[in-house]
């Protein structure tokens, strides 16, 4: 198997641990960082995608998600070979990393009564449902990403965004949650938020209620159509 498929799978996993964690940490029942709210959560969603950067950005470009990876390769940054096994580890390294989040959390799912807040943990939910706003808003988030973190890349480091800085990634994911998350929850990345929601339906969780595909695929057409609306856009202007 190829290296660069072994640390999308790795760093995508690892990317959806620490921020499935943050997550968990937040809003469940008994936890430490119960409450601890919307800051919390963007500061680690930000520096969860940077830690998974830092790692693995010589091995793989550090892409870990299917919207970029799709994107990159549209814009002609990307092996078009590459992109279906890229794919494939991210949405794996995905449903991983939100399995071990449910180990760890596992007896704090136990408790939680409420099971909105248990859905929460693994995937984006619209603060008001309005299926062509909330699109819009995983569009317009994705392009504000893929516009900033694509401008220079190129191919002969699998279309890597870290080699712009890993702390550019940061900030550009940080002012996103911030300025931009507060109406669908950005998920900017299917294996983010698919991957996940895959694993709340498959596992045993107590009382968990429903995993709400009827909004499932808003956080995965929405950050294609931005990626590559964005990626397009930063080539046609940066090359």
């Not at 709210?37 to 830092?54: C, H, K, S």
């Not at 449910?102 to 009564?113: A, C, L, R, S, T």
Request: net charge neutral; aromatic share 10%; proline share 3%.
């Amino acid at each position: 198997m190829e290296k660069a498929y072994v640390g999308e799978f790795i760093g995508t996993a690892l990317l959806v641990l620490l921020g499935l964690g943050i997550n968990a940490n937040v809003t469940l029942k008994g936890t430490k960082g119960k409450g601890s709210g919307w800051i919390v959560i963007t500061v680690g969603w930000a520096t969860a995608v940077m830690v998974a950067v830092f790692l693995f950005h010589e091995i793989s470009g550090a892409h870990f998600n299917p919207a970029l990876t799709i994107a990159l390769a549209v814009a002609g940054k990307f092996e078009l070979a590459k992109v279906a096994g890229y794919i494939a580890a991210q949405f794996l390294g995905g449903m991983a990393g939100a399995f071990l989040v449910w180990v760890m959390y596992k007896d704090h799912f136990n408790v939680e009564e409420n099971e909105h807040e248990k859905l929460g943990v693994f995937a984006t939910a619209p603060a008001i449902r309005n299926p062509f706003i909330n699109l819009m808003c995983e569009i317009i988030a994705t392009f504000v990403m893929a516009f900033t973190l694509t401008s220079g890349v190129s191919q002969a480091n699998d279309g890597g965004l870290a080699a712009l800085g890993a702390w550019r990634t940061w900030a550009v994911i940080l002012v996103i949650g911030m300025a931009l998350g507060g109406t669908t929850g950005y998920a900017i990345n299917p294996a983010r938020d698919l991957s996940p929601r895959i694993m709340h339906a498959i596992l045993p969780i107590k009382n968990k209620g429903n995993s709400n595909w009827g909004y499932a695929w808003i956080p995965v057409i929405g950050p294609v159509i931005g990626a590559i609306i964005g990626s397009v856009t930063s080539v046609a202007l940066f090359g």
